[in-house]
């Protein structure tokens, strides 16, 4: 069974570092790229980038590029999504998905990680 | 503000048909045949219900159907029931090479 499974809620005050992170098990890791996926309280969802764990190519949305970087360690089946500076506006629940090379569907979803940003 | 657009709300009486649109544009939607339908139940993830504007993954209830004309893809719920309430988000692959979603479209089942 393919299961994409993310790491728990977080809290953290502006100007602090976050990683948060999304464990793939049930399929080869590097066949599938990793999408990330923001919905911030009350909205809809938005692509954020994503990853090819094969070889850790990213490529991201313009609109979240150099605020985030996403990542991938294939020996671990992981993916992280990270922060160096998160702002109150990066307060979001944010979904990890599992989306084969050349198509434009994610197939399998995370649960969602909850971020809350607050001083 | 959203790439595609889709109506904020529809709603519909079990048994009964209802469609929802997302417009895009020649660059997106109307430009590649890679347009994707997602289920979200509230506090849930969202589930994938369509993909490549007409292709229904194993699993999901043959009740959900996909198309498009031009710039506008649409979802079908044939038979709708008090199951399907939720939001309902379609995606497309843009020519800036990335993926742009709907705002989304909230289901009531009256």
């Known amino acids: 069974e393919v299961k994409l499974v993310q790491s728990g809620t977080e809290v953290k005050k502006p100007g602090e570092s976050l990683r948060i992170s999304c464990r793939a098990s049930?399929?080869?890791?590097?066949?599938?790229?990793i999408t990330w996926v923001r919905q911030m309280p009350g909205k809809g969802l938005e692509w954020m980038g994503r990853?090819?764990?094969?070889?850790?190519?990213?490529y991201y949305n313009p609109s979240f590029h150099g605020h985030v970087t996403i990542s991938a360690d294939k020996s671990i089946s992981t993916s992280y999504l990270q922060w160096s500076s998160l702002k109150a506006s990066d307060t979001a629940m944010y979904f990890c998905?599992?989306?084969?090379?050349?198509?434009?569907?994610?197939?399998?979803w995370g649960q969602g990680t909850l971020v809350t940003v607050s001083s | 503000q959203s790439a595609l657009t889709q109506p904020a709300s529809v709603s519909g009486s079990p048994g009964q048909s209802i469609t929802i649109s997302c417009t895009g544009t020649?660059?997106?939607?109307?430009?590649?045949?890679?347009v994707s339908w997602y289920q979200q139940h509230p506090g849930k993830a969202p589930k994938l219900l369509i993909y490549?504007?007409?292709h229904r993954p194993s699993g999901v209830s043959n009740r959900f159907s996909g198309s498009k004309s031009g710039n506008t893809a649409s979802l079908t719920i044939s038979g709708v029931q008090a199951e399907d309430e939720a939001d309902y988000y379609c995606?497309?692959?843009?020519?800036?090479?990335?993926?742009?979603f709907g705002g989304g479209t909230k289901l009531t089942v009256l």
């Open positions: 020649s660059s997106d939607v109307g430009g590649f045949p890679f």
């Open positions: 490549d504007v007409t």
């Open positions: 049930g399929y080869h890791f590097t066949n599938y790229w």
């Open positions: 998905a599992r989306r084969y090379g050349g198509t434009y569907y994610a197939d399998h």
């Open positions: 995606s497309s692959y843009t020519s800036n090479n990335f993926v742009s």
């Open positions: 990853i090819d764990p094969s070889d850790s190519y990213t």
